[in-house]
């Protein structure tokens, strides 16, 4: 089975002629034509229900042309799409770009451009949704981290300290016990116990008993 039988294309033009001329060559090619619209919102409607492959889109349309039509269907049902135009002003090009087009065509299209601009049309689309997967993924892991980050309490600067009590003046400017400074502007929690010299200090006789 070649690669075009798997292919759907959704063919999109104001002349009839011309999307029949393009649906014959399409299918004469191997491509499978899954339908055909006279005009962009046509062409949004359809791309929602169908669900082509790649589209080839006119241009210049009444109503809708065929850029404000691709805006459409980026935002709502991303898909590949090579324009077709009868000239291809810079601007054109410029605003094509922008609205998601990822290859053009010049009236009248030969088969093997068409072929062409397709495959260079779907490949540049992966890429783009390959961006956008990884973007989304990075605003994830941004967010993650902007959650921990916010749960993260650090102490910097210089805190004022009683030399002899060992209390902290805090930002009220009234003095607290160490412990409770750190608790409340960090993670930390503390458990009570004795070092050695305290307990020799303090309970003589216990530490002398132990000995």
């Known amino acids: 089975m070649n690669v075009q039988d798997e292919i759907r294309v959704l063919i999109v033009d104001d002349n009839p002629m011309v999307g029949d001329t393009i649906q014959t060559m399409l299918e004469g090619m191997g491509y499978i034509v899954a339908g055909t619209a006279t005009d962009g919102a046509r062409a949004v409607e359809m791309t929602q229900s169908v669900r082509p492959d790649v589209i080839l889109m006119d241009v210049d349309m009444p109503n809708m042309d065929g850029i404000q039509a691709t805006q459409l269907i980026q935002a709502s049902c ?45 490949a540049r689309f992966a890429d783009m949704m ?63 116990g004795l070092c ?15 000995k």
């Open 196 to 210: 050695p010299d305290c307990a020799r200090e303090l309970y003589p006789g216990m530490f002398k008993a132990s």
């Open 130 to 192: 390959e961006l956008r997967r990884l973007n989304s993924e990075l605003q994830a892991r941004n967010q993650e981290l902007e959650e921990a980050m916010a749960q993260v309490k650090i102490l910097r600067g210089l805190l004022p300290i009683c030399m002899g009590c060992k209390r902290i003046r805090n930002d009220g400017g009234y003095w607290e016990k160490l412990e409770t400074y750190i608790r409340d502007h960090s993670e930390a929690q503390f458990s009570h």
């Open 78 to 122: 991303p898909t590949p799409v090579v324009v077709l135009t009868a000239y291809e002003p810079p601007e054109l090009v410029e605003r094509a770009s922008a609205a998601g087009v990822g290859a053009y065509l010049v009236k009248p299209p030969r088969a093997p451009e068409i072929e062409r601009a397709m495959t260079i049309a779907m």
